[in-house]
């Protein structure tokens, strides 16, 4: 069994405004619905936890009560609490999954905020992880890459052929990765800055893929505008 779990528990607005990023409405609907559909009407997601603050829940359930999804009645599973950091938030989602899913079955990791999620690179991460502990989608540095220890001077020049930018989705084999997060308690879980990183700690086999330079994640202003522009074409 594949799982998404879906991360729409950020309750930030920094962008400005009243609500959190991904309930903010594009071409008619919430952000959070544009991923959200993609992973419903794809034939190898079987189930969708969805990490969201107690607030937006009625909001997310209303949403596709409205729309009438027959899907949603199939896959959707539950929603998890956020935690106070996104690994955190995934965690909380792991511990729901694993009340119904095996240490054999996948887990999908994708963010709310990064609507342009295609089915080819749901395939792609799914067909990646298949003969390794999981995968993920990566893009190359295309800007010469440098390194600072202090952030003010320039110590040395990286060899941007070895360096990638990671991306959501990332699909995980669901025990071990489990079990990787899991062993960071109490203090090591505060320090992760990346869902792929307890897997690397914990010797986890992960593949890259190549990512899609469309799948970006709206933080700024900048991005949503970008996402918007991208709707109204």
Known sequence: MNIALILSGGTGTRMGGDIPKQYIKVGGKPIFTYCAESLLSHDRIDAIQI??????????????????????????????????TRQLSIYHGLEDIMEYADDTDYVFIHDAARPLLSAEIIADCLDGASDHDGAMPVLPMKDTVYYSRSGNVVDRLLDRSTIFAGQAPEVFLLGRYYEANRSLFPDRIWEINGSTEPAVLAGMDIAMIPGDEKNFKITTMADLERFRSIMDK
Do not use: H, N, T
């Not at 909001?59 to 596709?64: A, R, T």
């Not at 899907?71 to 998890?80: A, D, I, P, T």
């Open 51 to 84: 990490v969201a603050d107690p607030l937006w829940q009625e909001e997310i359930l209303g949403w596709y009560k409205r729309a009438g999804s027959s899907l949603w009645e199939k896959k959707f599973r539950g929603f998890s609490a956020p935690g106070e």
